[in-house]
């Protein structure tokens, strides 16, 4: 079962323009959600996270929106650039319970210069 | 470079040989994590340690799999008699008061069971 599901499976953007990821959970006892960047042959990297008490969070050109009812988070990246172009990963996790992060299955964007 | 540091990097085997590997998480962090990413998927929890202590395994960490961390400081991830479905990134985290804080993870060793 998984439970947290993130779309598109893979992203071309133009430079400049905006990506947009989309991830949906199911476990309402999730109240951590980070986003992670993976360039290939690297290890994931912690790209910026929320916690449901607030809709929005940002930093930089990374925008992370939290709908609490809908159980739906995004990751809106401005003025795309080609040094984005790597696999982007939302995950979840309860804080003070489990420590293990539940990612979702990734999406590769691509920003074409 | 003073971030989480994995050993090696890449590995090849045959089918039912044994494989160790090495993880030395960044020094004053108290949890360490193993991880396991196949290709088009995102990583997978393995098991979790705090101190020396390993505190929770995953279903996916069958009998073959066994992880240590000896003192608390660097950990293995042993899989005995390797399959074809062994063959994954296995990555290692670690992180100072647990993931809701910042986890920084490896750069993985990259199994291949032929």
């Known amino acids: 079962q998984q439970q947290v599901k993130q779309s598109p499976q893979s992203l071309i953007v133009q430079k400049g323009g905006i990506s947009i990821i989309n991830c949906a959970y199911e476990?309402?006892?999730?109240?951590?959600f980070p986003w992670y960047q993976q360039f290939p042959g690297k290890g994931p990297a912690l790209l910026i996270a929320?916690?449901?008490?607030?809709s929005e969070k940002k930093e930089g050109r990374f925008t992370i929106s939290f709908n609490k009812s809908a159980k739906q988070f995004s990751l809106h990246i401005m003025d795309s650039q080609p040094g984005d172009s790597a696999t982007y990963f939302c995950?979840?996790?309860?804080?003070?319970?489990?420590?293990?992060?539940?990612f979702g299955k990734g999406t590769k964007l691509t920003v074409n210069p | 470079d003073t971030g989480v540091s994995q050993d090696p990097r890449h590995k090849i085997t045959k089918r039912g040989q044994n494989v160790t590997f090495r993880c030395d998480p960044i020094?004053?962090?108290?949890?360490l994590y193993w991880y396991r990413q196949t290709l088009g998927q995102g990583p997978e929890f393995l098991t979790y340690?705090?101190?020396?202590?390993?505190?929770?395994k995953s279903r996916l960490l069958s009998d073959r799999f066994s992880a240590e961390r000896p003192k608390g400081s660097f950990s293995t991830l042993e899989i005995q008699r390797t399959e074809q479905g062994d063959s994954a990134m296995y990555l290692c985290?670690?992180?100072?008061?647990?993931?809701?804080?910042?986890?920084?993870f490896g750069q993985g060793t990259r199994l291949t069971v032929v």
């Open positions: 985290a670690s992180s100072y008061r647990g993931l809701s804080t910042e986890a920084f």
């Open positions: 476990n309402t006892a999730f109240d951590y």
């Open positions: 929320i916690r449901p008490d607030v």
């Open positions: 995950a979840a996790l309860t804080q003070g319970g489990s420590e293990k992060l539940v």
């Open positions: 020094s004053e962090h108290n949890r």
């Open positions: 340690f705090q101190n020396e202590a390993q505190l929770e």
